[in-house]
């Protein structure tokens, strides 16, 4: 990509939305990668982005009083947003507007409709707009999808994101969550993630499902999801469950996929110091007891934010968007996975086709 002799070029990061997830995960990620610099930021309450510009030593002349005038700002090259998922819409058209790359935050909009509109001036635009869907980028995705090779033909799969209530957890205790303007609340908040990984291990939804239903108050709306799908290019069946409503259990979150010559179990509950892989490898009850286990040793970046920004830093610097991984396309999907879950539920569970752009 560069000369031996050229120093790689730094691009400098606008944030917009000086929040939670941009003061403990987005600055401290782009201050490990020495081709990012954070140098601008915008908040809607002006005292949280000066306390942000201090934590990023950014130039006080740099905290801009709208997000207008961060875009219009010739210092910033790249534009980082972190706002309400109602916001992402008008960031997009800002970004094609202002001709900077953009890269913003799950889900890809608050509904369907806007999600649509989205993916359309992202498609008629050449530069590159980065859907931060931070689970594409998990390092164990291209493992276990090596790894289900080896269980013959997939037949059927369940996959579970459960957990208890934490009522002192500050991202659900933000105002936005809990008086929710995005489909879904907390499933879709949350529910994308899950379904990120379940499409770019197995492959897109064909129909589902549905039964959805609120348990706490505090979500604003339904908040546990329980269905079963139909995958789209192959025959494979599944259940999906999803929520973080219930009473006390431990945290559970696994894959657990069937093949006609044995089983694989995914497992990355919070329990596991490492995401794990279980391999039972047969035909039949006889090979029960043989089992391969796999650690997938994800430390150097778990969450995965730090392959994103890598990702968008090397599409913006070749300009081209064919290198993003977490495409608007891709992740248009996920949140119609979502908007067809309620629409089946509201149905008593009728099966509801799963929209696709991709
Ligand atoms: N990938 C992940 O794992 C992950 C994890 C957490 C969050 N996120 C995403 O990160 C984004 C921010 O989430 P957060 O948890 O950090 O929430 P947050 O702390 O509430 O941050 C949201 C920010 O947006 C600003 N804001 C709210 N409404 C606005 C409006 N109408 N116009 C302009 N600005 C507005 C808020 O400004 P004020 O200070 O004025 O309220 C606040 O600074 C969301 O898109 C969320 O989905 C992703």
Known sequence: ??????????????????????????????????????????????????????????????????????????????????????????????????????????????????????????????????????????????????????????IAFTYNS???????????????????????????????HQLAYLTEILGQIESISAHTKQVRKESGTDDILFSSLKLKNNDVIGTFTYGSAFGATSKSTYLKVYGTKGTLFFDFSPKNELPIIKLKLGEYVKDYKKEEIIEINNKEDRSGVKSEFLNFYESVINNDKSLLKSTPEKTFHHLAVIDAALKSSAADGASVKVECLA
């Not at 309400?84 to 608050?110: D, G, R, T």
């Not at 209530?165 to 529910?191: A, C, M, V």
């Open 1 to 154: 990509m560069f000369s031996s002799d050229k120093k790689p070029k730094v691009l400098n990061v606008g944030i917009i939305g000086t929040g939670i997830f941009a003061t403990e995960t987005h600055l401290p990620t782009v201050k490990s990668i020495p081709t990012l610099k954070v140098v601008a930021c915008f908040n809607r309450t002006k005292k949280k982005a000066e306390e942000f510009a201090k934590k990023a030593n950014i130039d006080p002349k740099n905290v801009h009083n709208s997000i207008d005038e961060l875009f219009a700002n010739p210092e910033v090259d790249i534009i980082d947003a972190l706002l309400p998922v109602e916001c992402n819409l008008s960031i997009v058209e800002k970004a094609i507007q202002y001709n900077k790359p953009l890269c913003f935050e799950k889900p890809i909009a608050n509904n369907l409709e806007s999600a649509e509109k989205i993916v359309e001036l992202c498609k008629n635009s050449k530069m590159p707009i980065l859907v931060l869907e931070n689970f594409i980028y998990h390092k164990a995705v291209e493992i276990v999808k090596k790894n289900l090779k080896k269980i013959g033909d997939l």
């Open 162 to 192: 459960t957990g208890p209530f934490n009522e002192d957890n500050k991202y659900l205790n933000t105002s936005w969550r809990q008086h929710p303007n995005h489909i879904g609340g907390f499933l879709s908040d949350g529910g994308v």
